[in-house]
């Protein structure tokens, strides 16, 4: 019944829902640009739903991110957004609802013709040092995390895979003032770690 139940729900709710959603990165220097469409559609008794046997309930397929994938874009019915990552795992929850995960798509859609700033693991560090950047709730959670400014944006978000769990951190700013704003803090934190390579090496000489 509760499958059910969630089921219609989802179908009076957001059925025939369609948005695209764009994305901007940059990986080694070279920056990225996508725009995938998300549709909000089950097949009606068709849909394939499964029982979930370590958290309880049930969860069934949805149209989701329209892009080629191994993983399934799936809904719990404890009101959850997930995927099975490869096409055969266990449930795994992205987002704690679909409310949620919209906000999120609205952020990344919004920011993507902002600029945005390679991150690695020191630099991410540093984006704490930057002042004014409020968490939103709406589009947050346990394994991801929004945090605007007028105009610096980042989103701190775990990776999927369990082998090698790690955090990742994105960045954007706009306007001359979010472009100074992270650079200063960048350059601060790289001449902080150049200082430290310094010393060290001057203890061990």
Same mark, same amino acid.
């Given at each position: 019944m509760d499958l059910i139940i969630r089921c219609e729900g989802f179908e009076q709710k957001f059925g025939g829902l369609r948005y695209a959603v764009r994305r901007s990165w940059v990986v080694n220097g070279d920056g990225y640009e996508t725009a995938r469409v998300w549709e909000y559609d089950h097949l009606g008794l068709q849909t394939a739903a499964w029982q979930d046997l370590g958290r309880g309930g049930w969860y069934f397929e949805w149209t989701g991110e329209r892009v080629s994938k191994p993983c399934r874009d799936l809904i719990h019915t404890d009101g959850s957004a997930g995927t099975d990552v490869n096409g055969g795992s266990p449930y795994l929850p992205v987002a704690p609802s679909i409310p949620h995960l919209i906000e999120s798509h609205a952020l990344t859609d919004a920011v993507a013709t902002w600029k945005p700033w390679p991150m690695d693991s020191l630099t991410a560090s540093a984006i704490e040092l930057l002042d004014g950047l409020v968490e939103v709730p709406e589009a947050s959670w346990g394994s991801s995390r929004w945090r605007l400014s007028d105009t610096v944006a980042v989103m701190d978000y775990d990776s999927w895979d369990h082998k090698n769990p790690r955090r990742r951190t994105l /960045?954007? =700013?706009?306007?001359e003032a979010g472009h100074r704003q992270v650079q200063a803090v960048l350059n601060g934190? &790289?001449?902080? *770690? &150049? =200082? *430290?390579? /310094?010393?060290?090496g001057g203890t061990t000489s």
């Open positions: /960045v954007w =700013s706009r306007e934190w &790289q001449h902080h *770690d &150049q =200082s *430290d390579a /310094v010393t060290l």
